[in-house]
């Protein structure tokens, strides 16, 4: 079984939820860890993508937008809306509304949310998942 974290930030802004999500993301690949980072759709994808070439001046992420077929590059972050490719599994960024489909299969799952009330609903109903598998959840307010 994973290891889940939540992050519970006290803005409600997705901005600083992406922003939050970019220092986590940079952190683990400074460490050699290459995660998938699920959202909800395209565009917030893309807006991530452009957000980890700009967060911090100086930073350099080497990450692309999953497509559904798996790059020949495995040394690089994930961004996407599909199941978790298998050489990605390791390390989920869960910033979907949405159970990740292979969490059981992750080391560790890290659930980030914002203070909105949809987030927040959504975020305890994974929650409840979680523990009811067993998991013992840390939880940061941030």
């Known amino acids: 079984?994973?290891?889940?974290?939540?992050?519970?930030?006290?803005?409600?802004?997705?901005?600083?939820?992406?922003?939050?999500?970019?220092?986590?993301?940079?952190?683990?690949?400074?460490?050699?860890?290459?995660?998938?980072?699920?959202?909800d759709s395209i565009e917030q994808c893309q807006r991530l993508d452009d957000m980890l070439?700009?967060?911090?001046?100086?930073?350099?992420?080497?990450?692309?937008?999953f497509n559904g077929i798996t790059p020949d590059i495995t040394a690089q972050?994930?961004?996407g809306i599909e199941n978790t490719p298998e050489s990605w599994q390791n390390l989920v960024f869960n910033l979907s509304s949405q159970m990740p489909e292979s969490w059981q299969n992750a080391t560790r799952v890290l659930e980030i949310l914002d203070n909105n009330e949809t987030t927040k609903i959504v975020g305890r109903e994974r929650y409840r998942?979680?523990?009811n598998a067993g998991i013992e959840i840390v939880t940061h307010k941030i």
Request: charged residues 15%; positive net charge.
């Open 53 to 65: 070439w700009i967060f911090r001046a100086g930073s350099f992420i080497p990450h692309q937008v």
């Open 1 to 39: 079984m994973p290891e889940v974290t939540f992050y519970v930030l006290n803005s409600e802004s997705l901005y600083d939820r992406y922003l939050f999500s970019c220092k986590l993301i940079e952190k683990a690949y400074n460490s050699g860890k290459f995660c998938y980072v699920l959202l």
């Open 77 to 79: 972050i994930l961004i």
């Open 129 to 131: 998942t979680y523990k």
